[in-house]
């Protein structure tokens, strides 16, 4: 449906009764067959996977808040699957693939990018390593380009090549990777589980979870009254461990706070997506113009969506050594999200102790990027109780059995070597 300018307008005087709804507000049912805790990109894409692939339809997504409010619509929108071990490749690689079909399987805008992604390198240490981290990626069969110097010049001349400190040696490419709009996936994923029967509760806060004399979950206490399930799914990323210790777990995660920052508008500058390997800082710009970015977690941890101000200064300067003309930018607003940092730095999709629990959780930096292939494995999971091939290494017990997956979210590391 084609709206004009003037309608737009009218329904915003008549406080936007006239748009129809993508999903319903149902009431929650005494019992259902799964119940997903967390309606953010994971949840939702579990739930949506659930009913689509899997034909299991008696759901309900249960959020505290509004749909998307928390780290799905609180991120920097990045989509890649630049990594490294076998651990992690294949899993990011999948999510890419469903990435590129996205909007046309759940049939909604995404606005999905594929701009590229380039990791910049400092050192020949870091070249190396850069070098072997897209060597993992193409025998995994993902595209790669390790690009010298003058490359990167004629893709990105703004950068400051040479910087006294971290001169600007050359970078690691992903095409296919780039951004797509966050709260448009939380949208579709709603949109299309809402569609096939999922009911979407929101305003839900579960303060319980309820287990019977075989240990077994039965279902969870909310503001909305006791809710019987089948199986239970947690999938709240930084409020993880706040969960879990509903039901007598304590999880390998911590929960940090990450901010990010968006600029105002301007003209087309910025074609990629471009991270800093020296500082851990990322850029991309938003298709209105403002330039979109962030740097590191800040260093305690916390369940509060705002940050501190030595964070800030630290991005502002990663960022100027960088692109010295962001100085002439004006940042708008900023935001934070509350990360899952698990003890490796990759996620954990796995069955718990509690027989009919299970767990989504450890995202670190990689949420986003992950929401597609995270909902389809831990959909599976929850329907066949076994793990999908590429997610069979993200065990919750793998500290205790020494297989970690020693690989942090946030793309190729610096080797100052």
């Not at 070249?127 to 380009?145: I, K, L």
């Not at 909305?224 to 304590?250: E, Q, W």
Request: net charge neutral; aromatic share 10%; charged share 20%.
């Amino acid at each position: 449906m084609r709206f004009s300018a003037f309608s737009i307008f009218r329904e915003a005087l008549r406080k936007n009764r006239g748009w129809a709804p993508h999903w319903r507000q149902p009431a929650p049912k005494p019992y259902y067959d799964v119940i997903i805790v967390g309606g953010g990109g994971h949840g939702l894409a579990t739930a949506y996977y659930l009913a689509k692939e899997f034909g299991i339809t008696n759901v309900a997504v249960l959020e505290k808040s509004y749909l998307g409010s928390g780290n799905i619509g609180r991120n920097t929108t990045i989509v890649r699957s630049n990594y490294m071990l076998p651990g992690n490749e294949p899993f990011y690689e999948l999510s890419m693939k469903l990435w590129e079909g996205l909007e046309q399987d759940f049939n909604y805008n995404a606005m999905m990018s594929q701009r590229g992604v380039i990791n910049l390198f400092h050192t020949d240490g870091q070249r190396d390593a850069y070098a072997r981290r897209g060597n993992a990626m193409m025998m995994e069969g993902v595209d790669a380009e390790l690009a010298d110097r003058e490359r990167i010049r004629r893709l990105a001349p703004y950068l400051n090549f040479d910087n006294a400190r971290f001169p600007i040696m050359g970078g690691l490419i992903q095409w296919r990777g780039g951004t797509a709009r966050h709260d448009a996936v939380a949208w579709g994923y709603g949109r299309g589980a809402d569609s096939r029967g999922v009911d979407i509760i929101q305003n839900c806060e579960v303060t319980g979870i309820t287990r019977g004399v075989d240990g077994l979950v039965t279902g969870v206490e909310t503001n909305h009254g006791f809710i019987g399930c089948g199986k239970l799914g947690l999938a709240t990323a930084g409020h993880s461990t706040v969960t879990a210790s509903m039901a007598g777990l304590r999880l390998p995660v911590e929960s940090h706070v990450l901010q990010a920052f968006v600029s105002e508008g301007l003209k087309p500058a910025i074609d990629q997506v471009i991270t800093f390997g020296m500082g851990h800082f990322y850029i991309s710009q938003s298709d209105k113009g403002g330039l979109v970015f962030g740097g590191d977690i800040d260093g305690f941890n916390s369940y509060a969506r705002r940050g501190g101000l030595a964070t800030v200064e630290h991005v502002f300067e990663i960022g100027l050594s960088m692109i010295p003309g962001l100085s002439r930018s004006k940042v708008l607003r900023s935001w934070g999200g509350v990360m899952d940092m698990s003890m490796d730095g990759s996620p954990i999709i796995d069955k718990t102790p509690i027989a009919n629990l299970y767990l989504n959780t450890g995202w670190n930096y990689g949420g986003f990027k992950a929401a597609p292939a995270s909902g389809f494995t831990f959909a599976h999971l929850i329907a066949r109780n076994e793990p999908h091939v590429v997610t069979r290494e993200m065990r919750l017990d793998r500290f205790d059995r020494g297989y970690a997956i020693d690989e942090t979210g946030h793309g190729p590391q610096p080797n100052l070597h």
